[in-house]
């Protein structure tokens, strides 16, 4: 029996989380090029997963392909696991920081603990906990907000959504509100759980992150090797 792709991944990744040394062996989502000289990490659940669609059509490969033909010289690896919590997030991130030094993270967890009802105060610590974290490992980080759907209320749904805003002013770190933004409101861009966005709406999320992600690149490229000079 052959297993999907995004499960197969998954599988990847938690036995990688187990196995630090082994770590940099999981698929990056674009292959490695001889200029890559930084890494982006995307550390999200089953929306930058690409769950219930084939894994190369997902935005994070996506953004792998634009920023080759951009000229960026980043490498990108998904660490991203379908129902991944930010508790489980947090768990593994230490051993992600230590395999693969990322230059820059794509922080997009919460939507699982939000789907959940989970304590709004554990899953802000957890968030803040990994983006202190990163940059205790020197890396930029980008947040991506999530919205649950409205039936759980809007004393939740509204401290929930508001959180990611937050937590981006307290950080100073750049933000992108929603990252699905304009996507559930097509429903033919939606799978049947109303919950994952179809292969074709992949571009759309793709559009949401690169006006946010792009000026990171840009400066922590000019950083990076500001800094190499500076140990020459």
Do not use: C
Not at 20 to 40: E, G, H, N, Q, R
Not at 58 to 69: D, H, I, M, P
Not at 208 to 216: A, D, F, I, S, T
């Amino acid at each position: 029996m052959t297993l999907p792709a995004p499960l197969l991944r998954s599988i990847r990744l938690l036995v990688a989380a187990l196995l630090p040394w082994a770590l940099i062996t999981v698929f990056p989502a674009t292959p490695a090029y001889a200029d890559s000289s930084y890494t982006l990490l995307v550390y999200g659940d089953s929306l930058s997963a690409g769950y219930g669609i084939d894994e190369s059509d997902g935005w994070v490969e996506l953004l792998g392909t634009r920023l080759a033909a951009e000229g960026y010289p980043y490498e990108v690896i998904n660490g991203s696991v379908s129902g991944e919590t930010t508790t489980g997030g947090l768990a593994r991130l230490p051993a992600m920081l230590d395999a693969y030094r990322p230059d820059l993270i794509i922080l997009e967890l919460g939507g699982n603990d939000g789907l959940r009802g989970l304590p709004l105060a554990a899953i802000r610590q957890n968030l803040e906990d990994m983006i202190q974290l990163a940059r205790e490992s020197d890396a930029e980080v980008l947040l991506a907000g999530i919205q649950i759907p409205p039936n759980y209320g809007p004393r939740y749904t509204g401290p929930f959504f508001q959180q990611y805003a937050d937590i981006a002013a307290k950080y100073a770190v750049p933000l992108v509100p929603f990252l699905i933004d304009g996507i559930p409101q097509q429903p033919e861009l939606m799978q049947d759980d109303g919950i994952h966005p179809r292969a074709e709406a992949q571009g759309m999320i793709l559009d949401n992150v690169w006006p946010v992600l792009e000026p990171m690149l840009i400066e922590s490229a000019s950083t990076t090797a500001a800094g190499n000079r500076d140990r020459l």
